[in-house]
């Protein structure tokens, strides 16, 4: 039996361009999303001084140990917050963030804008997509440009789909 022209099996590829090639990137997170995680880490930072100047929290205690180690992942949680940059071109959608979120375009079946209207000045608008093997991810963008181009990726992915 012969392979098909191209060799390729299953359904064709999703191809989508941004409309600013080669690429367009937005900061993840809004400001205001940034400046409440600035002030609910940086208060739990002052909390602690004070309970320690305060003599409630013992320099050798489990207590001690717990807190500080919760505040250094709410710190590193922060940093990536504050950071985390979308990437969006011809072959990927990219996030910064704990660790890379990475998504094929040519691999997608599926994508859904997700966005709180009224609120998209403190909660980012997120792009919900799928594969065609079902690995899914969620990718944020605080700048209208890119929602923008999230909404009309997914009307062409949609179309391309048949859905």
């Known amino acids: ?62 207590l001690a140990t717990w807190f500080l180690a919760a505040l250094a992942m709410m710190l590193y949680t922060w940093w990536c917050i504050v950071r985390s940059v979308t990437t969006l071109d011809g072959e990927q959608l990219k996030q910064t963030w704990v660790w890379t979120k990475k998504m094929e375009l040519r691999e997608l079946a599926y994508g859904k804008l997700i966005r709180v209207r009224g609120l998209e000045w403190l909660i980012a608008p997120r792009l919900y997509v799928r594969t065609l093997l079902g690995k899914f991810n969620v990718f944020y963008a605080a700048e209208p440009a890119m929602v923008a181009e999230f909404e009309r990726l997914v009307k062409e992915l949609a179309e391309f789909r048949g859905r």
């Open 1 to 62: 039996m012969e392979t098909p022209a191209g060799g390729d099996f299953g359904p064709p590829p999703f191809r989508f361009l941004p409309s600013r090639p080669p690429r367009m990137q937005s900061a993840a997170y809004s400001p205001a999303f940034k400046a409440l995680a600035t002030v609910l880490v940086f208060g739990a930072c002052a909390w602690l001084v004070m309970l320690w100047q305060g003599g409630k929290l013992g320099a050798g205690s489990s």
